[in-house]
């Protein structure tokens, strides 16, 4: 079996030892393979949008011996699964706009206990904006660095709780609160970001540039 990529690593140490954990656009299935030889599951449902990937993950699962552990489904998003098919969700190496639609259209995972990690590779303060409006909590936020670039990982479950948030948490969520130093890092580079986005805005889009460096004031802050 190859070996698993930090980055994977991390949503493999994010997940509960749980029965069943669900892997959304699984590609290549490492992760669920990963998942069951390190027993942190029974079962894993691994699905895809496109039966390329689906193909790949058979072959993986195969030759692992792994194919009464791994469920292999075609599914845009969560859409052909059924409420508590899994405990824990996994949704990795997407944007985080894809992210927010797949679980926008899946309403029964407001119920119940469920535990999502999810890992946007773009766009996590859309990701977090629409976590923020639909009662889901960030428990914990990692970072991991992983081939020179730095992914961000977000733990959530869903909460009836009304939750007060500071202005802009969307771009940093409970990263401050992490004790890695990676999270640091990832906070730093994303105040960078936006004064270069700010500044390259300039006079064309005022409001905005002066947006994007309140976000970098703030972000300087933590
Ligand atoms: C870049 S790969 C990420 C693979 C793996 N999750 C990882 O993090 O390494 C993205 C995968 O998501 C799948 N995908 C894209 N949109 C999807 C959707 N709406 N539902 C399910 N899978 C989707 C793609 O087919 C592709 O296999």
Not at 126 to 140: F, K, P, Q, S, T
Request: charged share 30%.
């Amino acid at each position: 079996m190859k070996r698993l990529s930090p980055r994977l690593k991390e949503a493999a140490a994010l997940v509960r030892k749980v029965d069943t954990i669900a892997d959304v656009g699984t590609d290549h299935a490492y992760l669920p393979i990963y998942l069951i030889e390190h027993g942190v599951c029974r079962r894993v449902i691994a699905s895809d949008l496109r039966t390329g990937p689906l193909e790949n993950a058979r072959a993986n699962v195969e030759a692992a011996g792994l194919s009464e552990r791994i469920e292999l489904r075609l599914s845009d998003g969560l859409t052909n699964y059924r409420p508590n098919e899994a405990q824990d969700i996994v949704i990795a190496g997407m944007g985080g706009i894809l992210i927010a639609e797949i679980l926008d259209k899946a309403e029964w995972l407001r119920h119940g206990d469920r535990h999502l990690v999810l890992q946007p590779m773009t766009h996590a303060e859309v990701l977090r904006a629409y976590l923020m409006a639909n009662g889901y909590r960030i428990l914990r936020e990692s970072v991991c660095e992983d081939g020179g670039n730095l992914y961000c990982f977000l733990s959530c479950a869903h909460t009836d709780k009304p939750q007060k948030y500071d202005a802009f948490y969307e771009y940093y969520g409970e990263l401050p609160n992490s004790s890695d130093r990676l999270a640091g890092v990832y906070l730093r580079r994303l105040k960078d970001r936006c004064l270069r986005e700010a500044a390259a805005v300039g006079d064309s889009d005022r409001p905005r540039a002066d947006r994007l460096r309140r976000i970098a004031q703030k972000l300087e802050s933590l």
